[in-house]
């Protein structure tokens, strides 16, 4: 997986995961994310902010600074479409 794809990945999971911390999905798929950015791409995560029409990820890799941004409405896509499942809104 591309570096940018798990970025991107593990920003979407995390939305999910800050909004619905009772979601066990949630929080393992986060996990799972975050693992592959420390394991497979070596990235430190330093911060994610929102700006505009984007989230904005800094974040190290091998003692490498660097950035990438995404649109706020594809990084929130998941979990919106999340909400607005009723099947997924009944809490454990």
Request: aromatic content about 14%; some cysteine.
């Amino acid at each position: 997986m591309k570096l940018v794809d798990a970025l991107s990945n593990w920003l979407s999971i995390k939305k999910v995961h800050e909004e619905r911390p009772y979601d066990l999905a949630a929080k393992e798929t986060f996990e799972f994310f975050s693992e592959i950015l420390t394991e497979d791409h070596h990235v430190k995560i330093q911060s994610v902010s929102n700006s505009g029409p984007f989230y904005i990820v800094l974040f190290e890799v091998d003692g490498v600074e660097n950035s990438e941004r995404f649109f706020t409405d594809v990084i929130d896509a998941l979990y919106e479409g999340i909400q607005n499942e009723p099947r997924f809104n009944e809490e454990c």
